[in-house]
């Protein structure tokens, strides 16, 4: 397998448009050409990112984040000063279809996606916190910090003007993945440095 440091800004997997053709897997598999895709991250979010190397290895390690097999630690700079220390958010998401890629809570069509939070640092107009997703619902980290009050910042989607042009690009950044080799039976854990 390889694991990967996303930067801000790239793809996972190429888009549609010729523009849009690079991406973390068209780069891994210009070194590795068994490079397949397992998960992805969202085009503007940074952070550890892992591919499978061949068929058997992306059977093994699809079934697990299929199975929530896998421990997915987030930093995120957020608006505001969150009062509490930690919380869980439990709120149901589907996509916003007149406003694709957008996506909403919606309590009687949406799915299942809780979220643990915890504050790491507060300042007088931002907090810092920890993120640690149960589900992996499309844009689920941004869209339930918005729904604390907090947007994170330089989200285009989702926060405010003020706080989409405080910073050059989202600061959500994912920091940490764990969990079972399917070859070795250890746990193994991947982290990639955050750069706010």
Request: glycine share 6%.
């Amino acid at each position: 397998m390889l694991a990967i440091n996303k930067q801000s800004g790239l793809l996972s997997v190429p888009g549609r448009l010729p523009e849009k053709k690079d991406s973390i897997q068209l780069r891994a598999q210009s070194l590795h050409p068994t490079a397949l895709t397992v998960h992805r991250l969202d085009m503007e979010t940074s952070g550890v990112i892992v591919m499978a190397l061949g068929e058997e290895m992306h059977r093994a390690l699809s079934r697990l984040f299929q199975d929530r097999e896998t421990q997915k630690t987030y930093l995120a700079r957020v608006g505001g000063t969150i009062n509490q220390q930690e919380g869980t958010i439990d709120l149901p998401l589907r996509c916003d279809w007149p406003n694709r890629p957008r996506q909403i809570v919606d309590h009687d069509l949406g799915k299942p996606a809780q979220t643990h939070w915890r504050v790491l640092n507060c300042g007088p107009d931002e907090t810092l916190v920890e993120l640690t997703p149960v589900t992996g619902r499309s844009h689920q980290l941004r869209v339930h910090m918005l729904s604390l009050g907090h947007p994170i910042l330089g989200d285009s989607l989702y926060a405010p003007d003020e706080l989409k042009k405080k910073v050059p690009h989202l600061q959500l950044h994912a920091h940490r993945l764990s969990f079972i080799h399917p070859a070795t039976g250890k746990r193994i854990a991947f982290t990639a440095p955050c750069p706010f």
